[in-house]
């Protein structure tokens, strides 16, 4: 690809998680550029999401340096990381089901809404000109994924697809300079995922959004990441270019077994 | 034919934020604040006001106040009346010990004592979910009663607890009759229940919900669970704490602490049910229900037994009365277990398209 990427943004340090006696991960050092899709890729249960999970805040790390924009960071809870500035979608769909495709978008700029309860109450200046200024905002979020027609109709009762599509929206109305997306192609069908495709390079290509994916689909990954990491049983066993990663003798033995 | 929007187009976002964005809803709400406001108090008598409209309005109130903590925070309690409780002796005592208190300001010192009250139970809330919260709540319950027992202080050293209320004077002019406290509470309901749908239409009310129905994706986009959840712990608290204030001072006159028992906290909780969890509507549909239909079965049945010379005894009718209610309640559950906002939306809907099926 002939795009360039930038500095590094975020870096990972030897990070290790365990749950109890389990290892989720061991030991694993990547990092991320600047404006790159980064892809993360491995066998289930290879412990892909909980990668994302650290990245967040959902988890915590017993070991291991994380360095965000040239910060480390030791201990961090996941609104800490919204408002740092990343944002992610989940493996099986987080949405809130009761609201509408325009409320849950309109939730994903929380951070950025600062009008008090008491003002939204009594409805005064300040909370009524957010609400318009962010409806703006929001409203380009859903040009922009071409999901003008469901604006209005409870979460609950679109397809699945359609579902993936807003729950995208709802972390790119937070304008995230990170993006996580974990799995943003499961369980579609070809059409769906040619769209997804073309909305997280316009995303990356628009916005310069750095984006960390993680997906099984061999085919999407090599053509739009630039960096590959992979991971099996909570090691790294492979990082870099599509190309060389698809080389790789451990990674080919991951995928696909040792021939006895 | 009658409600169809064609024809309206909003050109800002303004126009389609705005609290009702159809124009016959506009003109429906404006309606019936006019019957509510003008045409009733002209025409009710004082049994209506004083057994029908002021207390389904302060119970309206009070189940808005648990729709805004468990229909939208989704956070499960079976402490309301305890927190009316907190409202009524709070706003008793305020009156009692500061001197020349307006009688508004110790309504709305009394909403922030059972605020106070109020994010203190919800504590629990930043651990435990679902039914387990609703048992902690129950501690609640049982707690503050026995409290405004225990404590003879809280009810100027009366016997067993019972006060009677100060005089509703506002402005020097004295709330005397059934007519004006009717419009009193109605005035303060309805300023209350236009704040509490401002404040779920807004992204306190967005917050609410995302911890409702997804808690880990809520603190993912920058949502901090901890002061959401007691914000609406607090602001529920509020609403039952005014609605008990109102419910001493202009329903009953006098109340004791047993008054608010687990069974008031349990109707309650059934009025948002059968109005419709997560529905400012639904809290004023499920308090007219649970409160409305027993009047009715009690005029209309023995009523319908005489008709049919069907030779049933009072005691019997009273009994009916009861086998009707609950029917009646499963019936509604079965047919909307959403409740009955969601049948009035439903019926909305159809009505944009009729007489078409499409």
Not at chain 1, 123 to 134: C, D, I, S, V, Y
Not at chain 2, 78 to 95: I, R
Not at chain 2, 244 to 260: H, I, K, M, Q, T
């Amino acid at each position: 690809m002939s795009k360039k990427t930038g500095e590094v943004i975020l870096d990972l340090q030897s990070i290790s998680l365990r749950f109890g006696g389990v290892k989720a991960l061991t030991d694993i050092s990547f990092d991320v550029r600047e404006h790159e899709i980064r892809a993360i890729i491995g066998p289930n249960g290879a412990g892909k999401s909980s990668m994302l999970n650290v990245i967040n805040g959902v988890y915590h790390p017993q070991e291991g340096v994380i360095i965000f924009r040239g910060q480390e960071r030791k201990r961090m809870e996941p609104h800490q990381a919204a408002t740092q500035g990343i944002a992610r979608t989940f493996q099986n769909i987080a949405l809130f089901k009761g609201m509408s495709v325009l409320d849950n978008i309109m939730t994903g700029r929380i951070t950025r809404m600062k009008a008090s309860f008491i003002e939204h109450a009594l409805w005064l200046g300040r909370a009524k000109r957010e609400e318009l200024e962010h409806r703006k905002k929001v409203e380009e979020v859903i040009d922009f994924l071409e999901i003008q027609h469901i604006r209005r109709i409870p979460v609950g009762r679109l397809p699945y697809g359609l579902q993936k599509r807003v729950e995208l929206g709802r972390a790119l109305a937070a304008e995230p300079s990170m993006l996580l997306l974990d799995e943003p192609m499961a369980g579609m069908n070809v059409e769906e995922k040619q769209d997804m495709c073309r909305f997280i390079l316009d995303v990356n290509d628009q916005f310069g959004t750095t984006i960390v994916l993680i997906e099984h689909d061999m085919g999407v990954v090599m053509d739009i990441s630039d960096r590959v990491v992979v991971l099996d049983y909570g090691k790294k066993i492979g990082d870099g270019l599509p190309d060389d990663v698809k080389n790789n003798e451990d990674v080919i033995t991951a995928y696909l077994g040792v021939s006895h | 034919m009658l409600y169809r929007e064609a024809g309206q187009f909003k050109t800002s976002y303004a126009a389609d934020q705005q609290l009702f964005p159809i124009r016959q809803d506009r003109i429906g709400i404006l309606i019936l604040l006019a019957v509510v406001f003008l045409v009733i108090p002209g025409v009710a008598g004082d049994y209506w006001f004083s057994a029908i409209l002021i207390p389904f309005l302060i119970f309206s109130l009070a189940a808005l106040g648990l729709n805004i903590l468990t229909g939208y925070a989704g956070q499960l309690s079976l402490g309301s009346a305890a927190f009316m409780a907190v409202g009524a002796y709070a706003a008793y005592n305020f009156q009692l010990r500061i001197d020349g208190i307006p009688i508004l300001v110790s309504f709305v010192c009394a909403g922030l004592t059972a605020a106070g009250i109020g994010i203190l139970f919800g504590l629990p809330s930043l651990w435990i979910k679902g039914f387990y919260l609703a048992v902690a709540t129950l501690a609640a319950q049982f707690f503050i009663v026995w409290c405004l027992t225990k404590f003879p202080w809280l009810s100027n050293y009366s016997s067993s607890g019972v006060i009677s209320t100060q005089p509703l004077i506002i402005f020097g002019h004295a709330f005397t009759s059934p007519q004006e406290k009717y419009l009193l509470v109605l005035t303060i309901v309805a300023v209350m229940a236009l704040a509490a749908k401002n404040m779920v239409r807004s992204s306190t009310g967005r917050a609410w919900m995302a911890v409702r129905d997804m808690d880990v994706a809520a603190s993912v986009i920058g949502i901090r669970l901890m002061p959401v959840k007691l914000l609406a712990f607090a602001v529920s608290s509020f609403y039952c704490g005014v609605a008990g204030a109102l419910y001493a001072f202009c329903y009953l006159g006098s109340v004791e602490p047993d008054g608010f028992s687990l069974d008031m906290s349990f109707r309650i909780l059934f009025m948002i049910i059968i109005g419709g969890v997560g529905s400012i509507l639904g809290s004023f549909l499920g308090a007219a229900f649970i409160l409305l239909l027993p009047v009715f079965l009690d005029i209309a049945l023995p009523w319908a037994a005489r008709l049919l010379g069907l030779p049933f005894s009072s005691a019997t009718v009273s009994h009916i009365q009861v086998l009707v209610f609950g029917a009646l309640i499963m019936f509604f559950l079965i047919v909307e277990p959403h409740g009955l906002a969601r049948l009035w939306q439903i019926t909305k809907e159809k009505l944009r398209l009729w007489p078409f099926p499409h």
